[in-house]
């Protein structure tokens, strides 16, 4: 069983910046990628970006590009999201998620086995 904690949300203002982290418990081996979506009231889940451990490559949303950076910690089997010039549509509640084995695009929650608890944002105006 992997678990994932994460930590760093909180109360913004715009334009503002926070460093979400995603700690993954995996007793041996490393995972395939791990990944940052984020719900928003009312909304679906929405994906904004990955991250694959052993080359590192990156894939963000369109609505996250330029402003949010998805990076990790391979020693620490750690995650982290860099949020810079935040909007209030970026209030959500982000949830990371673990891949184990590559099984399709990183868009897609299905292909993660596990998740974190979620921890909140809000952007004010």
């Known amino acids: 069983q992997v678990q994932l904690v994460e930590s760093g949300g909180g109360l913004v203002q715009a334009g503002g910046s926070l460093r979400l982290s995603c700690a993954a418990s995996?007793?041996?081996?490393?995972?395939?990628?791990m990944g940052w979506f984020r719900q928003a009231p009312g909304k679906e889940h929405e994906f904004v970006g990955a991250?694959?451990?052993?080359?590192?490559?990156?894939n963000y949303a369109d609505s996250v590009k330029g402003r949010f950076t998805v990076s990790r910690d391979s020693a620490k089997n750690t995650m982290y999201l860099q949020m810079s010039s935040l909007k209030p549509d970026d209030t959500a509640v982000y949830y990371c998620?673990?891949?184990?084995?590559?099984?399709?695009?990183?868009?897609?929650?299905?292909?993660?086995?596990?998740w974190g608890q979620g921890t909140q944002v809000t952007v004010s105006s």
């Open positions: 995996l007793r041996t081996g490393s995972p395939y990628a």
């Open positions: 998620g673990l891949v184990l084995i590559n099984r399709g695009i990183l868009t897609t929650r299905s292909v993660y086995d596990y």
């Open positions: 991250i694959t451990w052993t080359y590192g490559s990156t």
